[in-house]
């Protein structure tokens, strides 16, 4: 077999492949047998017909056809890992000569991941948000645990902010009332923004027994999006009553003793969050400033698959999950069709070129995933899509994706190298530093993953 390459641009090449005839004979000795069993000859058994009768009987061309067939992804193969290109997707193969007993020639267009040059990154300076938690901040944190262990009670008074109400409901769009716009004994929260728009309004200083109507815009049913002239009738009242703010609530409502325990543990938590949420904040940066330092090709049927996806998985997965289509997102969201394709566009080629540039990294710093890292991130995958670790570890295994997960990892712990490279400061002036960080790897990971986002990976797409 003769190979040779010719550059079409920097992410997209042309394979000439020659293939002696002599080399195609396992694929038609192949070709034969697979056209043994599928037909029958009268006068030879099953499987034993001759290359001669096949031929006369069937023609040669339907042999050397599923002969062709056979062999091409071999010979596609060996001159990819010939010429030791890196090839995105799958290729378009033209056969170009076919001649019985003396030459098979092909060629094969496929994109393939561009060469890119990593610059000195140690150079990166970022910006990030100070971890400072107020008492403001710990006593709306003890508010809101004190708020979920509120109990209610009945009064006879008007309704106001914060109250429990027990209502009817009843929609009418053009007079008429809608077969799913009736509903009984609905308990709402004042204030809460849980049901529909104006109904705040319509119940505050009526008492139980009262009723309002007002014209509100239905958020799903038969008549989603149409204003509707809802009535609403209120046949209970009920105040919220919160606990005492003491070292009894504090025991009742968690594992501490006193008060200023509890609050002592918020103001933990809270300073844990808020250094992950900085951690991230400063990956995220640092990883920008990354991807303006290098330039890299986009191939464009890549580009255009992922667009895709993206659309797809949104519209699918995300949007159907929440009963709303597409339309009804760009609206909500306020986009015309040609500014969201172009912010999906855009996400795309930052996901691409995240994913080239890390892997280069990979490569350059010859970066290794252990066992043990690769378990933690399986294990934080797991519990994100909601199965356990070995129903995930199953399921990954099976569907070949263990690479995915490793060039996960590697990516993560490419990011990883480069905040630490990075003079990171906050906005108080302070230098923070990130490498003591405990999950440091699993949050660049995650940051990573956040970018790349559509489903499945350029390298999960590879194929030689």
Same mark, same amino acid.
């Given at each position: 077999?003769?190979?040779?390459?010719?550059t079409l641009?920097p992410?997209?090449?042309?394979?000439?492949v020659?293939v002696p005839f002599e080399?195609?004979?396992?694929?038609?000795?192949a070709?034969y047998?697979k056209?043994?069993?599928?037909?029958?000859v009268?006068?030879?058994r099953?499987?034993?017909?001759?290359?001669?009768v096949?031929?006369?009987?069937?023609?040669?061309?339907?042999?050397?056809e599923e002969?062709?067939?056979?062999?091409?992804?071999?010979f596609y193969?060996?001159?990819?890992?010939?010429?030791?290109l890196?090839?995105?997707?799958?290729?378009?193969?033209?056969?170009?000569?076919?001649?019985?007993?003396?030459?098979?020639?092909?060629?094969?267009?496929?994109?393939?991941r561009?060469?890119?040059e990593?610059?000195?990154y140690?150079?990166?300076?970022v910006t990030?948000?100070?971890?400072?938690?107020?008492?403001?901040?710990v006593?709306?944190?003890?508010e809101?645990?004190?708020?979920r262990f509120?109990?209610?009670k009945?009064v006879?008074?008007?309704?106001?902010d914060?109250d429990?109400?027990?209502?009817?409901l009843?929609?009418?769009?053009d007079?008429?009332?809608?077969?799913?716009?009736v509903?009984?004994d609905?308990?709402?929260?004042?204030?809460?923004?849980?049901?529909?728009e104006?109904i705040d309004?319509?119940?505050k200083?009526?008492?139980?027994?009262?009723?309002?109507t007002f014209?509100?815009q239905l958020?799903?049913?038969?008549?989603?999006?149409?204003?509707?002239e809802?009535?609403v009738?209120v046949?209970?009242?009920? @105040?919220?009553e919160?606990?005492e703010?003491? #070292?009894e %609530? $504090?025991?009742m409502?968690? !594992?501490f003793?006193?008060l200023?325990e *509890?609050?002592a543990?918020s103001?933990?938590?809270?300073e844990?969050?808020?250094q992950?949420?900085?951690?991230t904040?400063a990956?995220e940066?640092?990883?920008?400033?990354?991807?303006e330092?290098?330039?890299v090709?986009?191939?464009?049927?890549?580009?255009?698959?992922?667009?895709?996806t993206?659309?797809?998985?949104?519209?699918?997965?995300?949007?159907?999950?929440?009963?709303?289509?597409i339309?009804?997102?760009?609206?909500?969201q306020?986009?015309?069709?040609?500014?969201?394709?172009?912010?999906?566009?855009?996400?795309?080629i930052?996901?691409?070129k995240?994913?080239?540039?890390?892997?280069?990294?990979?490569?350059?710093?010859?970066?290794?995933?252990n066992?043990e890292?690769?378990?933690?991130?399986l294990?934080?995958r @797991?519990?994100?899509?909601?199965?356990?670790? #070995?129903? %995930? $570890?199953?399921?990954v295994? !099976?569907?070949?994706?263990?690479?995915m *997960?490793?060039?996960e990892v590697a990516?993560g712990?490419a990011?990883a190298?480069?905040?630490?490279?990075?003079?990171?400061?906050?906005?108080?002036?302070e230098?923070?530093?990130l490498?003591?960080?405990e999950?440091e790897l699993?949050?660049a990971a995650?940051?990573v993953?956040?970018v790349?986002?559509?489903?499945?990976?350029?390298?999960?797409?590879?194929?030689?």
């Amino acid at each position: 077999m003769k190979s040779a390459v010719e550059t079409l641009n920097p992410t997209r090449v042309r394979l000439t492949v020659e293939v002696p005839f002599e080399e195609l004979k396992d694929s038609l000795d192949a070709a034969y047998k697979k056209i043994n069993q599928q037909v029958t000859v009268k006068g030879f058994r099953k499987g034993k017909i001759p290359a001669r009768v096949i031929d006369q009987r069937f023609g040669r061309g339907a042999v050397l056809e599923e002969a062709v067939n056979d062999a091409l992804p071999k010979f596609y193969t060996e001159a990819v890992n010939e010429a030791d290109l890196n090839p995105l997707g799958q290729p378009d193969v033209d056969v170009t000569e076919l001649k019985d007993g003396e030459l098979l020639a092909f060629t094969a267009e496929v994109d393939i991941r561009p060469a890119i040059e990593i610059p000195d990154y140690s150079g990166i300076e970022v910006t990030v948000d100070a971890v400072e938690v107020s008492d403001e901040d710990v006593e709306k944190s003890v508010e809101q645990l004190r708020g979920r262990f509120a109990s209610t009670k009945d009064v006879e008074r008007a309704a106001e902010d914060g109250d429990v109400v027990t209502i009817d409901l009843e929609a009418k769009v053009d007079g008429e009332v809608l077969e799913d716009g009736v509903a009984q004994d609905v308990s709402y929260t004042i204030g809460s923004g849980e049901l529909l728009e104006g109904i705040d309004e319509a119940v505050k200083g009526l008492e139980a027994g009262g009723e309002a109507t007002f014209t509100s815009q239905l958020k799903g049913g038969s008549a989603e999006g149409k204003d509707a002239e809802v009535t609403v009738k209120v046949t209970k009242v009920s @105040a919220r009553e919160l606990p005492e703010l003491d #070292d009894e %609530f $504090a025991g009742m409502a968690s !594992e501490f003793d006193t008060l200023d325990e *509890l609050k002592a543990d918020s103001r933990k938590r809270l300073e844990n969050m808020k250094q992950y949420d900085q951690a991230t904040q400063a990956q995220e940066r640092v990883l920008e400033k990354l991807l303006e330092l290098v330039e890299v090709p986009i191939p464009e049927k890549l580009l255009a698959d992922e667009v895709q996806t993206r659309k797809h998985n949104l519209e699918h997965h995300q949007l159907g999950q929440m009963g709303l289509t597409i339309e009804k997102y760009l609206e909500i969201q306020g986009k015309t069709v040609e500014e969201f394709d172009a912010e999906t566009a855009e996400q795309a080629i930052k996901g691409i070129k995240t994913q080239f540039v890390l892997d280069e990294l990979v490569n350059k710093e010859k970066l290794n995933v252990n066992q043990e890292e690769l378990t933690e991130h399986l294990m934080r995958r @797991a519990a994100s899509s909601g199965m356990s670790p #070995d129903q %995930f $570890a199953q399921a990954v295994v !099976e569907g070949g994706q263990v690479p995915m *997960l490793v060039g996960e990892v590697a990516r993560g712990k490419a990011l990883a190298a480069v905040v630490e490279a990075a003079k990171v400061t906050d906005t108080n002036g302070e230098v923070v530093d990130l490498s003591d960080d405990e999950d440091e790897l699993e949050t660049a990971a995650e940051t990573v993953e956040n970018v790349v986002e559509a489903d499945g990976e350029i390298a999960a797409d590879e194929a030689k």
